[in-house]
């Protein structure tokens, strides 16, 4: 069975804006384009978007996962596996919070704070990465996304960090004046963004950086940094690249 775009992004809750990017970037080709340009996906490409969710449900990077996905000595059973042990402990944290909550929600007095620990979730991600990484690294797409930051210093990483700073802290002086996201300055932030992300990473597109503005706002990692700076900011960002996508 082959689905469009606009099924599958119905079916999984993904913008169809995602999926392109996911396109984009080889991190999921559709298994067909039809001479009219619609994309079609067949039963192989909507297993390789289930391993992707669980994937990035674990917080691994996209390159990352097109990396794991793309060697051909990925063993499905042996990840799912993997993904069913960190599922687990992440189940587990959340239980113990909500044991937490319903026992404040009925009056007992409880200081009790080791239930937001999750240093044996991040331990062991950590070390699932580290040993997919051991596996996997030595793919075309590791090569490909490793290579520029292989070669960046301590003082690169400091002046990369300081323009995104600078960047972000602009685009949310610029929500507090109550500027519009299509608003001339906004937009300018949107361009250097793109040229920041060229520069320092890997070529953005403008298709790149709308699918990347999407999930500013769709991915729960991109929007608790965002949202950090100043609530409502994901939301602010997204619509201002979109209208950069649109007619910048």
């Known amino acids: 069975m082959k689905r469009t775009v606009s099924q599958v992004a119905k079916l999984t809750g993904i913008s169809v804006r995602t999926l392109h990017y996911y396109d984009e970037t080889g991190l999921l080709p559709p298994s067909e384009v039809t001479e009219a340009g619609y994309r079609l996906y067949d039963d192989a490409a909507m297993a390789r978007l289930q391993q992707i969710l669980f994937f990035r449900e674990l917080g691994f990077a996209l390159m990352d996962i097109r990396g794991i996905l793309d060697d051909p000595s990925f063993d499905q059973t042996q990840a799912l596996v993997r993904h069913r042990e960190l599922l687990t402990l992440k189940r587990q944290r959340l239980d113990g919070i909500l044991r937490l909550v319903d026992s404040l929600l009925k009056g007992e007095c409880s200081m009790r704070f080791d239930a937001f620990d999750a240093s044996s979730l991040e331990e062991a991600r950590d070390r699932y990465a580290k040993e997919a990484k051991e596996r996997y690294g030595g793919t075309a797409a590791y090569r490909e996304s490793e290579k520029k930051a292989a070669a ?97």
């Open 152 to 248: 960046y210093t301590k003082a690169d990483w400091a002046r990369i960090q300081g323009e995104m700073n600078e960047i972000f802290d602009a685009l949310a002086a610029q929500m507090a004046a109550g500027a519009a996201p299509s608003g001339p300055a906004v937009q300018a932030l949107a361009a250097r963004w793109q040229e920041h992300i060229s520069k320092n990473h890997y070529a953005c597109t403008k298709e790149i950086l709308a699918g990347l503005g999407q999930m500013y706002v769709e991915d729960s990692r991109f929007a608790e940094t965002f949202e950090g700076l100043a609530p409502g900011l994901a939301r602010y960002f997204s619509d201002a690249i979109a209208v950069y996508c649109r007619e910048g």
